[in-house]
Every structure is written in structure tokens, then in C-alpha cells.
């Protein structure tokens, strides 16, 4: 069993770095106070770090990217130290980190209770990333290891192509996080219905966070809207409905619940129906 926590987590106007230290471990100990051992924040919840910068910095995407990579240390620095100092795994969203070409990934970042850093990076680019952002893809999947099983990361966009998905299962994966920043309702349910159907049809747990709120000073994340939740297979000994929990539409909060992954590997075994099982096998992974 794991107690997990997902965000609904909001976008601040930071004054400095002290206030953003306050904040996430504000945001980190509340969800400690709840027993919550995996943390899940949502996609580009960093990006309120731009605030940090003058105007002229945080009113232009090219110019926030490469400001950021600034900072990028001391967040890994921060997330580190309280998932260690907590014995916990945060998921912190994402980070637009520049990479050796001169681009930039959209890197989700997994911090453990043993102090180790590892990441999965946006496969999957939206049109604003690729066409305004100028974000790059990865092609990279990978799998985590934990202490309560093995979980993989489809990073919002992600989570809307099954085959993603389907690897990381495949290669024993239980869980499937999803970090998420959407800025219109239709944009929300787009995400939350691919996490729903690659629960489905993987009979796997998949967890959804969002970043939620207004930014009028950041073109990047100016609106915000979601809900986080924890959708399920619809078998036997799940939600009939597949969800587990979800959260008060935009409101500022963690959304909690306890997950039993060996549940999964029953239920892929003698559920009502095999849908893991029955995944045709041109679509298997190597």
C-alpha cells in the first residue's frame, strides 16, 4: 500500500526564492501530516519561478527558458533535500531544462527518500510547444523503481497515446503519474480522459495532477484549470465509475488517496474481463 498525494497547485507571483522555499514546503509538509508517502505536483508548476526575473525576462518565453536554467540547481536542491529529509518520493512536475544541443526538454523530475534524482521527459509535444516554445520531444522511456513498486511518468500530452503507456506497463509498471498544466476545460478533459482509458486498458492505477489558477503575467501559464484525481480499471474491486477520487474542479488543494498496486496484478489475472491481457500483440513492445 502507498498513500499518495496530487496536487492541485497554483500559480504564485514570487517576491523571492525564500518564498518559494516557504511554499513548496508548506505544500510537502501538509501532505506529510497525511501519511502521503508519493507526491505528485503538476506539469510546469516551476514556471512561477519566472516571476523571480524582471518584467522584460518573465513577459518572454524565449527569455524565461534561459533564465531558468539559473535556478534549475537550487530546485533540484530543494526537492532533494525534502524528499530525503521526509523519506518520501516527490514527483515535482516539470522543469524546461536546456540540453547540450542548445534546446530544451520538458523533464519531470523523481525525487527519492534516498537523496537520488532521476526524471522522465515529455515525449509528446502540444502545438504550443513545439510551435511557440520551441520545447523538443524526447524518445527516452523509462521506468522507477520504488519501494512500494514500479511506476512510470506520461507527462500530460503523454498520456493521450496509448502506446507510451503500454511500455512502461509492459515493463512492470502499476502506476502511471501525470503531471498536467491545461489552460481550457477542453484542454483538462482531454488529459483526464486518456488517463482514464489508459487505466482501462492497462488495469493499472493512473494519477492525474493539475496546475490550476491565473498568471496574467506569464504567456506561458497565464490560465490554469483541472482537477487532480486517481482513476482505476472499471473491474472488479475498483470504482464502477474508475475513479477513485478527484478533486473540487480549480480549487487550491491536495487530493489524497491509498493505492494498492498488488491489486493490479490480481485483477490483470482474473478481473471481469482482460483488457491487459488482451492487448493485441502488434502493439506489444520489444
Not at 523533464?107 to 526524471?119: D, N, S
Amino acid at each position: 500500500m502507498v498513500k499518495i498525494a496530487s496536487a492541485q497547485y497554483d500559480v504564485s507571483f514570487l517576491q523571492d526564492w525564500r518564498q518559494y522555499e516557504q511554499k513548496v514546503s508548506a505544500w510537502v509538509g501538509e501532505a506529510v501530516e497525511q501519511q502521503a508517502e508519493l507526491l505528485l505536483f503538476p506539469e510546469y508548476a516551476s514556471m512561477e519561478l519566472a516571476s523571480l526575473f524582471p518584467e522584460q525576462v518573465y513577459s518572454s518565453l524565449e527569455q524565461q527558458l534561459k533564465a531558468l536554467q539559473s535556478l534549475l540547481p537550487d530546485f533540484l536542491k530543494l526537492y532533494s533535500e525534502l524528499a530525503l529529509s521526509h523519506n518520501i518520493y516527490i514527483q515535482a512536475g516539470t522543469f524546461p531544462v536546456k540540453i547540450e544541443n542548445g534546446g530544451y526538454r520538458n523533464r519531470a523530475y523523481l525525487f527519492t527518500p534516498a537523496g537520488e534524482v532521476e526524471y522522465q521527459e515529455k515525449l509528446m509535444m502540444t502545438r504550443f510547444e513545439n510551435e511557440q516554445w520551441l520545447i523538443e520531444p524526447s524518445q527516452d522511456i523509462r521506468i522507477f523503481e520504488t519501494r512500494f513498486g514500479k511506476l512510470g511518468i506520461n507527462v500530460c500530452y503523454d498520456s493521450e497515446f496509448p502506446h507510451y503507456a503500454r511500455q512502461m506497463v509492459e515493463r512492470g509498471a502499476a502506476l502511471i503519474l501525470v503531471p498536467s498544466c491545461t489552460d481550457t476545460k477542453a484542454g483538462y478533459y482531454r488529459v483526464r480522459i486518456g488517463c482514464q482509458a489508459r487505466a482501462l486498458e492497462n488495469q493499472c492505477y493512473v494519477v492525474q495532477s493539475s496546475l490550476v489558477g491565473e498568471a496574467p503575467w506569464s504567456e506561458a501559464v497565464d490560465v490554469n484549470c483541472g482537477a487532480a484525481a486517481v482513476y482505476t480499471p472499471v473491474d472488479r474491486g475498483f470504482p464502477d465509475d474508475g475513479v477513485l477520487v478527484i478533486g473540487e474542479f480549480n480549487k487550491v488543494r491536495w487530493v489524497f488517496a491509498e493505492l494498492d498496486l498488488r491489486k493490479m496484478e490480481r485483477v490483470r489475472m482474473d478481473g471481469q474481463v482482460f483488457n491487459y491481457q488482451d492487448w493485441p500483440k502488434q502493439f506489444r513492445a520489444d
